[in-house]
C-alpha cells in the first residue's frame, strides 16, 4: 500500500494554524502537542489491554460512586503528567478527580489555560474490546496569570471553551479537535507513529440515519422523549424516520458516528435520575463545542448546553447532541408543539 507522507501531521497542522496569527503565543498549539503525546502512550496501554494485566477494577471508586478500571487511573495520570510538565496549563480538573489540580510553579502559573477531560469515556466497554476515548476541554483562565489557577476558572460555561476535542481508542485511533475556525480530524499512522489529517473541516450532516438512545431505560424517560423515540421508528410528518437506533455505551464513539455521517445522540434525564449520567464538564461541554463548530446543535432539553452556568465540577445534565435538523424536530417534540 502507498502511504501519502505529503499529509499533514497534527504538529504541523498546528504550527500552520499559528503562522497565520504571527502575534500568537503558541501556547495553544504547545498544548494540543501534549494532548496527542499523551493520546499515544495510552493508545499503546489501550491496544494491549486484553494482553497484560491491567484489565480489571483499580480497587477504588471514583467521585460519582463508579468502580474504576485500571486503565482510567493510567490514562488519568497520563493525561495529566503531560499536562503539568508542559507550558500552557495552569491546572486540571478530571472526571476522575475529586477535586481541580493547580500546578503551582513558576511556568504553571504563568500559563494562560486550564484544561477539563474524561481521562476514559465509555471504561465499562474496556474489557470487551469496544471503542472507548479521552475527551477534553480548554478554557483561558479568568484568574491573573502568575498566581495559581483558582475554582473559577473551571467553573466556566462552555461557550467560553477556546478549543475541546476527543480521541477515540477504536478500530483506528484518531484525535478530533474544535477551535472556533473548524473541527479537524487526525488519524494515528501507526507506522510513524504520528495523528494525520485524515478528516479536514468537518462538518456534521444536517440529517442523518441515526439515533442513538439507551432504550432499556425508555419507561423512565419523560412523555415527550419517549414520543419523540417513537417518533424516530417510524414514518412521520415530523421526523424524517424510520431512523436506525445505534448505541454503543461510549458517548464518544456514538457522537463520533453521528457527528460524521449525521444523527442524533440522548442521554435524557429519568424519573430517579433527573439529570441523566453524564457531566456537564467532562462530557457534554466539549462534545457541544465540536459538534456546534461543526454545524449541529446540543441541548438539554430546554436550554443550549454552552449556555449553561456550572455550579459544581462534576454536576450533571440531560444531553440532546447531533444533527442541526435533526436536533430542530427534537424540539418540536419536547415543547409539545406535537
Ligand atoms: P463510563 O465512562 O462510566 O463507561 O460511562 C460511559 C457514559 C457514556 O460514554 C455512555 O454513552 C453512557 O455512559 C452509557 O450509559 P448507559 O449504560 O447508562 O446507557
Not at 256 to 270: A, S
Not at 327 to 335: A, F, R
Amino acid at each position: 500500500m502507498m502511504v501519502n507522507r505529503n499529509i499533514l501531521t497534527l504538529d504541523e497542522f498546528t504550527i500552520q494554524q499559528l503562522r497565520q496569527f504571527p502575534k500568537a503565543t503558541g501556547e495553544l498549539s504547545s498544548l494540543l502537542r501534549d494532548i496527542g503525546l499523551a493520546a499515544k502512550r495510552v493508545n499503546v496501554e489501550v491496544n494491549k489491554a486484553g494482553l497484560v494485566d491491567i484489565l480489571g477494577d483499580a480497587g477504588s471508586v471514583n467521585v460519582q460512586g463508579e468502580d474504576v478500571k485500571k486503565l482510567d487511573v493510567y490514562a488519568n495520570n497520563h493525561f495529566m503528567g503531560v499536562l503539568k510538565h508542559g507550558i500552557s496549563c495552569a491546572g486540571i480538573g478530571s472526571e476522575e478527580l475529586d477535586d481541580f489540580v493547580v500546578f503551582n510553579d513558576e511556568v504553571s502559573n504563568n500559563s494562560k489555560y486550564v484544561v477539563l477531560f474524561d481521562p476514559l469515556d465509555g471504561s465499562g466497554n474496556i474489557d470487551v474490546n469496544v471503542s472507548i476515548g479521552t475527551i477534553f476541554s480548554v478554557y483561558k483562565r479568568v484568574s491573573e496569570k502568575g498566581k495559581p489557577c483558582v475554582k473559577e476558572d473551571f467553573l466556566q460555561p462552555g461557550n467560553r471553551q477556546v478549543a475541546a476535542g476527543y480521541v477515540i481508542y477504536g478500530s483506528s485511533t484518531m484525535l478530533v479537535y474544535a477551535t472556533r475556525r473548524g473541527v479537524n480530524g487526525f488519524t494515528l499512522d501507526p507506522s510513524i507513529g504520528e495523528f494525520s489529517l485524515s478528516h479536514p473541516n468537518i462538518q456534521c450532516p444536517e440529517y442523518g440515519m441515526f439515533y442513538s438512545v439507551n432504550h432499556g431505560n425508555f419507561f423512565r424517560y419523560d412523555e415527550k422523549v419517549r414520543r419523540y423515540i417513537d417518533g424516530c421508528q417510524r414514518k412521520t410528518k415530523d421526523t424524517g424516520g424510520p431512523y436506525t437506533q445505534r448505541y454503543i455505551g461510549s458517548m464518544v464513539a456514538d457522537v463520533h458516528r453521528n457527528l460524521i455521517k449525521g444523527g442524533i445522540f440522548m442521554y435524557p434525564g429519568t424519573v430517579d435520575k433527573p439529570k441523566g449520567k453524564l457531566r456537564l464538564l467532562y462530557e457534554a461541554n466539549p462534545c457541544a463545542f465540536i459538534v456546534e463548530v461543526a454545524g449541529g446543535a446540543a441541548t438539554d432539553g430546554v436550554q443550549r448546553i454552552l449556555d449553561i452556568q456550572p455550579t459544581e465540577l462534576h454536576q450533571r445534565t440531560p444531553l440532546f447532541i447531533g444533527s442541526k435538523g435533526m436536533m430542530d424536530e427534537l424540539e418540536l417534540y419536547l415543547q409539545a408543539k406535537i
